[in-house]
């Protein structure tokens, strides 16, 4: 379980995250639902560390993490994939995948991660030797996923992984985010511009505008309100 | 051809220590995105503190040691006062001036202390009288063990870049250090240790480079920071293979060049290199190209 009580975050006089309570269920996957500009991403960046939040707290299953820095917060389960497909471009796809096992130094076998790496993802196995950097936009997805959840953590930010890449990778990808959430009753919020598509995955969800929690249900009530929502707070409808 | 050959010795283990210098612009440059212009003042610390011990009668290697520490100490103490404060405003070109103001300090520091006359470095290693002879051309053991040591130096810095954990979280960091941190890598110890061994190699580099040209004074750092820079520029920025390149390459030419015509010529060659190199490969022979997202 994830929550998140009265977070703040501010880029000097800019407040990007005004007072945001929320939390995100084990086993379930939670949307974070908002136009460009909401707050989302930085939302995220605060729950990882990368950002410090001005003021609130950030728990995972009981414990404050909040006074952590990113690579503590690393190490105990939080991981975050960013927007913007960050990766190592210079190291190779197994050196990427050594890189994110290491230094988060977690419990179990790296070789036996690997390989349900390469089972989940065949295509990584084939390039494991090639620069990241050289990947398509959709091998580079799959190096991320799996990058943030090979050493199992108990929380996964995924800062709207569907962006730019094909429909038929964006299935495969969300079918991988699901089977990860349910089997190890695990924390997933990820982020959507597109509140259909959030829909699709997502148990539960918030829409952010300017910041705030303007509405927050599951997936019915989203559903129904999706219309509305769309007009009221996406500016664009998917 | 004996000239030749020894210009060429000299030019090789100049060029290697070159190299070295270069190594340890570059690993603080990856972590940070700072060129430490205070490197060549730490390089005459590090002889400094070096042929002024042995002149007080201490043994070689306590002498060296003492000087390899002092030096990897500044380093952490140039990157707590005149890189962290500074990397606090994103954009800040003051580490320019933050970190020739420390070069400028130490080498004053060492003036006021040390007195401004060139000091005889003392032999290290080997004497300056061995000689070896190779096609006919007697080659000093000292040329040689200065090569050795400083290729030896850079091919292991290679291989730990490029084949171990704490390499690999050495390059992330310096490709998106944000990112790093989320992978779980200690970004702030990374970049002290980067420091840290940085100020080794530049301790290292400037007792080679004295034991070659046999003096040291407050002032010799610059000059030779200078040339490391157009080698490492030359070899590309992000490649510790190509300091190694870009440094033989410019020791030698300006060996040959300053025995052949006159040494005064030297300088002017290495920069027809570096505007000859950067004009038709920006990104240095082996750099990459950086693309910069915005």
Redesign the interface.
């Known amino acids: 379980m994830l929550e998140v009580r009265n977070l703040q975050v501010s880029y000097g006089a800019i407040e990007a995250v005004r007072d945001v309570s929320l939390s995100a269920r084990s086993g379930h996957i939670t949307a974070l639902i908002g136009a460009n500009g909401a707050g989302k991403s930085s939302l995220m960046r605060a729950i990882?560390?990368?950002t410090p939040a001005t003021s609130g707290q950030i728990l995972v299953n009981g414990r404050d993490i909040t006074r952590l820095?990113?690579?503590e917060r690393?190490?105990v389960g939080v991981?975050?994939a960013?927007e913007?497909r960050?990766?190592?471009?210079?190291?190779t796809v197994e050196?990427n995948l050594?890189?994110?096992w290491?230094?988060?130094?977690p419990p179990g076998s790296f070789k036996q991660a690997l390989e349900k790496v390469y089972s989940n993802f065949p295509v990584l196995a084939e390039r494991r030797r090639a620069k990241a950097g050289t990947l398509s936009g959709g091998q580079q997805q799959m190096l991320i996923l799996s990058?943030a959840t090979q050493h199992e953590p108990p929380v996964v930010l995924l800062d709207e992984p569907s962006l730019g890449l094909a429909p038929i990778i964006v299935t495969q990808i969300f079918e991988y985010i699901k089977a990860y959430s349910a089997e190890g009753n695990r924390v997933v919020l990820l982020s959507e511009q597109m509140a259909t598509l959030a829909l699709k995955v997502a148990d539960y969800g918030y829409v952010l505008k300017h910041g705030q929690v303007v509405f927050d249900g599951d997936r019915k009530q989203l559903n129904d309100g999706v219309a509305d929502l769309s007009s009221a707070y996406l500016g664009t409808t998917g | 051809m004996d000239f030749f050959i020894q210009m060429l010795a000299s030019g090789l283990s100049v060029g290697a220590v070159y190299a070295l210098v270069g190594l340890g612009l570059n690993l603080t440059f990856w972590t940070t995105r700072v060129l430490n212009f205070g490197q060549g003042a730490v390089l005459m610390v590090g002889a400094m503190v070096t042929a002024v011990l042995i002149a007080s009668g201490t043994h070689v290697i306590f002498a060296v040691a003492v000087a390899l520490l002092t030096a990897a100490f500044i380093l952490i103490l140039i990157e707590a006062l005149a890189v962290r404060p500074l990397a606090k405003a994103t954009g800040s070109m003051g580490w320019i001036v933050s970190t020739l103001g420390a070069g400028i300090l130490l080498q004053g520091l060492a003036s006021w202390r040390f007195g401004t006359q060139a000091v005889a470095f003392p032999d290290v290693l080997f004497s300056s009288a061995d000689t070896v002879q190779f096609l006919g051309a007697y080659i000093s053991v000292q040329y040689i063990a200065v090569f050795v040591i400083s290729v030896l130096i850079v091919v292991l810095m290679e291989l730990f870049l490029r084949r171990s954990?704490w390499g690999?979280?050495v390059?992330?960091v310096a490709?998106?250090n944000?990112?790093a941190?989320?992978?779980?890598?200690?970004?702030r110890r990374v970049v002290l240790a980067s420091f840290m061994v940085s100020g080794l190699l530049a301790g290292v580099a400037g007792i080679l480079v004295s034991q070659v040209s046999g003096t040291v004074d407050p002032g010799f750092g610059m000059h030779l920071l200078i040339l490391a820079f157009v080698a490492t520029v030359v070899g590309g920025m992000g490649s510790a293979f190509g300091s190694l390149v870009g440094g033989l390459l410019l020791g030698v030419l300006e060996k040959l060049v300053g025995g052949y015509w006159s040494p005064a010529a030297a300088e002017i060659v290495a920069f027809i290199l570096l505007v000859g190199v950067l004009t038709i490969r920006p990104q240095g022979l082996f750099g990459?190209p950086e693309a910069v997202?915005v």
């Open positions: 990882s560390g990368v820095k990113p690579h690393a190490r991981a975050h960013m913007g960050r990766i190592l471009h210079q190291h050196e050594v890189t994110a290491h230094f988060r130094k990058m | 954990t690999y979280a390059r992330a490709h998106d944000e990112f941190a989320l992978l779980g890598i200690p970004v990459k997202k």
